[in-house]
T-cell receptor, first 111, second 114 residues
Framework: GIQVEQSPPDLILQEGANSTLRCNFS?????LQWFHQNPWGQLINLFY???GTKQNGRLSATTVATERYSLLYISSSQTTDSGVYFC?????????????FGKGTHLIIQP | EAQVTQNPRYLITVTGKKLTVTCSQN?????MSWYRQDPGLGLRQIYY???????DKGDVPEGYKVSRKEKRNFPLILESPSPNQTSLYFC?????????????FGSGTRLTVV
């Protein structure tokens, strides 16, 4: 099946810093999403971005499908940005296997 | 508001006592699925449903049952829960499983089996 690798696995930053999270995937995808899992365990959908660039406030994401990677940018970090960020993909081979998740990037924003 | 609603959010139960976790979506989505999340193993799909009365196994279906009698509901049934089913469970829905639409997740159900 498709492999999803995220880096870095852990990241500790001071409030106000910027960060870039990376997601590499091993095959063509027809769906790529970024999620934020908050400290209460909820999975919050950040972006649906199988290709191209999107922005939502301080967050933006870029997916280069031909090179099989996606980047999530967080600017001017706040303590509420802490949590685990997951990249998840659905490959383009057909079927209904659902999403394959990476192992996540654990982000801690210190005040 | 478009959402996937799971209940309960937290549940502690004893081994062998049947339980049902409910999942409902208000987006008229055809595709629904269940995942479990465990430390070190990530999120894994349990069951999915392409439409009413159509369900299929995911990666870790043992010990679980599902049903899809109506489009909006997709309950997860544990007939005889065991401690290894202690986990964080998520229900998700999408407009269509074969097509490139995004998935919406519920808020999760934290289940503890003692």
């Amino acid at each position: 099946g498709i492999q999803v690798e995220q880096s870095p696995p852990d990241l500790i930053l001071q409030e106000g810093a910027n960060s870039t999270l990376r997601c590499n995937f091993s095959d063509s995808v027809n769906n790529l999403q970024w999620f934020h899992q908050n400290p209460w365990g909820q999975l919050i959908n950040l972006f649906y971005i199988p290709s191209g660039t999107k922005q939502n406030g301080r967050l933006s994401a870029t997916t280069v499908a031909t090179e099989r990677y996606s980047l999530l940018y967080i600017s001017s970090s706040q303590t509420t940005d802490s949590g685990v960020y997951f990249c998840a993909v659905d490959d383009s081979g057909g079927g209904a296997d659902g999403l394959t998740f990476g192992k996540g990037t654990h982000l801690i924003i210190q005040p | 508001e478009a959402q996937v609603t799971q209940n309960p959010r937290y549940l502690i139960t004893v081994t062998g006592k049947k339980l049902t976790v409910t999942c409902s979506q208000n987006m008229n989505h055809e595709y629904m699925s269940w995942y479990r999340q465990d430390p070190g193993l990530g999120l894994r799909q349990i069951y999915y449903s392409m439409n009413v009365e159509v369900t299929d196994k995911g990666d870790v279906p043992e010990g679980y049952k599902v049903s899809r009698k109506e489009k909006r509901n997709f309950p997860l049934i544990l007939e005889s829960p065991s401690p290894n089913q202690t986990s964080l469970y998520f229900c998700a829905s999408s407009l269509g499983g074969y097509t490139n639409y995004g998935y919406t997740f519920g808020s999760g159900t934290r289940l503890t089996v003692v």
